[in-house]
């Protein structure tokens, strides 16, 4: 999830109130001024005092973020990997069901993990693409092979009439004695939800 703050923008020599959304790659911006600006396509991120200062193709736009200011620059500076996200660690016992994303396998070699593409025991992360609500009654099969502080990330596909909802998962996920507790944008077409067991349970 993205960090969001309202304040004043100032691009071309004009002031608008906005409200600023710091998203995983990209600097959104609603209100009075409406844009949004990819990292990759920004030349210059600087705080200076309380303003973030971001360069790009239509000039300079900066933002009054107060203390945020310097801890949005460096965000934007050195992104975090979608891994670092999803909270890959080097050494970890990580199965990937599904659909293979290349990327994800790519990222998680690249992290010093091998990932297993068969549920095996005692995993650490379990990353499970699913595309119809019936896959997600394997749920407590994946469970079952969880570490105790270990998470299942369920990939479902995201927009509007998408077959998988978050709340299909959540259910599921309770049906199954998993708690969600963290969404990530796992990719343009794909939703992740984190499933772990209850710390009761554990």
């Known amino acids: 999830m993205g960090q969001e703050a309202h304040c004043v923008a100032r691009l071309g020599g004009k002031t608008f109130k906005v409200k600023a959304l710091l998203e995983t790659s990209e600097l959104v911006v609603r209100g009075e001024l409406r844009l949004s600006v990819r990292f990759t396509d920004m030349t210059g991120a600087e705080a200076e005092g309380d303003t973030l200062a971001v360069h790009f193709a239509g000039g300079i736009l900066e933002l009054d973020l107060g203390p945020l200011a310097a801890r949005w620059a460096e965000r934007i500076r050195n992104p ?6 999803l909270g890959v660690k080097a050494g970890q016992r990580v199965a990937v069901l599904g659909e293979a994303d290349a990327d994800l396998l790519a990222e998680l070699a690249a992290a010093g993990v091998t990932p297993a593409r068969r549920l095996v025991a005692a995993c650490d992360l379990i990353f499970y693409a699913v595309d119809t609500v019936a896959e997600l009654g394997r749920l407590p ?3 079952a092979r969880l570490v105790p502080a270990g998470a299942v990330w369920v990939l479902h596909p995201k927009g509007r009439g998408a077959a998988v909802r978050d709340v299909d998962v ?9 708690v969600d507790n963290k969404v990530a944008a796992f990719s343009a077409a794909r939703s992740a939800l984190r499933l772990v067991i209850p ?3 554990r």
Not at 170 to 178: K, P, Q, S, V
């Open 199 to 201: 710390r009761a349970q």
């Open 141 to 143: 099969a994946l469970r």
């Open 170 to 178: 959540m259910a599921a996920a309770r049906a199954a004695g998993l």
């Open 80 to 85: 975090k990997s979608r891994a670092d996200k």
